[in-house]
Structures are given as C-alpha cells and as structure tokens.
C-alpha cells in the first residue's frame, strides 16, 4: 500500500515497475502541478489513467474527472483505488482514446505493464499479448474539458493533432511525450497556435524544436496559454 498526501492506493506490480514507482520524482512535480492549479479547472479528462493516482489526486481538488483506461486489469483497480479513498467526482471508462471510433489492437507489454499501448503506436519488447478494445474519438472529449493529462505511450500526437485553436482557447494539457516522431509532429502542429513548455527546462516555454521532450525520461510538456505555475510568470529567459 502506498501513502502519499492521504491516498490509500493498493500494491500493485505490472512487472519490471510497480505503484511505487508512479510517485517517482518526475510524477511528483506533476502532483505538485495539481496542487497549485487546484483553482485554475474544474473538468478534466485523465488519459491512460492506470490505476488512477492522477485520477484521484485532480478530483480532491473539487474537479470532475473522466478516467480513460484502455486495459482490463488496470481499469478494475481503478475501480478499487476509488473506491479505497471513498472518492467522488470520477467517471471511469474501459476505452482508449484516438482520432476515430471503432476498434482497435491493444498491445500488453507483460514485462511492464505500464508500457502497454495501442499497436502501431510503439515497438513492443519482450513478451506480449494482443487483445481487441474499444477506442473513442478524443474531440468530443476535448471540448467538454479545460484540463488534460496525456499519458497514452506514444499516441499522443494522434490525439493532439485533432486539436484546433478554438480547442486551445479553453483547454490546457499536460503531456508526456514518447518518441522523436511525435514531438516533432506536435511542434509543428501547435507551433503558432499555443504556447508549449518544457518540464525538462525549467518548465521554460518552447522555442524549438529541440526544446521538446523527445521520450518520457525527458518529463512532461505543458500545453496552455498562462504557464503552468503561476510563479513562472516572469522566469528569466534562458541563457
């Protein structure tokens, strides 16, 4: 069981890693992120919510939570985290999100489960399984929300490519970002549109391309207009 900020969340290994691992340093200025936003959202969509620690540590800010988590095992312990912290406010769905409505293959890494994604969005290592769920188109998502968590190895920019700059006028996003391929495509999409900065940087605002996280050790992209702590507001620009 692990106790962080009052949450009772319940061991869990997905193999290589386990819960322990998901308040890790990096997690941590995220929990930090919420906490010092606590007034700034009040509806957010939580996507590739594992377990659901992001999930329950947005809706003990008072905010309306839509959970999004592809994998069975994960979505039912979902469930139970909920359900141990006694939370409200958190509406749980067993789908991912994408471009588009169907079906799709849903790779599960059994060494790391924590590295599970859809298929074609990563190259999988070690053992794996295959199964079939059911995805829903993210705009729709989008537009209800003023807050996303993004954390869907490697389908991010499939998701972020959808948006527009009317999306952008009342949504804010915090991403993590998978590989060179999709930094390089949200650069260019949200270039011009949204201001983007970099976790990796002193959450400094992205002024190239080579400012981008390019894999998720390199921590989290803000996606906002205001940067994401108020504090940041007058940061010296970088030297």
């Not at 399984?129 to 993210?138: H, S």
Request: hydrophobic share 40%; aromatic share 10%.
């Amino acid at each position: 069981m692990i106790n962080y900020r009052g949450l009772d969340i319940l061991f869990t290994s997905f193999g290589a890693v386990t819960s322990d691992d998901l308040f890790c340093d990096k997690e941590q200025a995220l929990f930090d992120f919420y906490e010092a936003n606590a007034k700034r959202y009040s509806k957010a969509l939580d996507i590739g919510a594992n377990i659901g620690v992001h999930s329950l540590l947005m809706a003990r800010n008072g905010w309306s939570v839509r959970a999004f988590e592809p994998d069975p095992e994960h979505w039912r312990n979902l469930f139970t985290n909920i359900e141990r912290n006694y939370a409200t406010g958190i509406a749980v769905y067993n789908h991912a999100l994408s471009d588009c409505s169907g079906e799709a293959q849903f790779v599960r890494v059994k060494g790391n489960l924590t590295a599970n994604h859809l298929k074609g969005d990563k190259v999988p290592y070690g053992e794996f399984e295959e199964i079939t769920i059911d995805v829903r188109d993210c705009r729709s998502r989008f537009a209800w929300a003023d807050f996303a968590k993004i954390d869907c190895e490697g389908g991010e920019a499939r998701l972020l490519l959808t948006t527009t700059e009317e999306t952008w006028e009342h949504l804010d996003a915090m991403v993590e970002v998978g590989n060179t391929k999709n930094a390089d495509a949200i650069y260019r999409h949200l270039r011009g549109r949204v201001p983007m900065w970099a976790q990796r940087n002193a959450w400094r605002q992205v002024e190239t391309l080579d400012d981008m996280p390019k894999h998720h050790s390199e921590q989290a992209l803000f996606i906002g207009h205001k940067p994401p702590f108020a504090a940041l507001q007058h940061l010296p620009e970088k030297v």
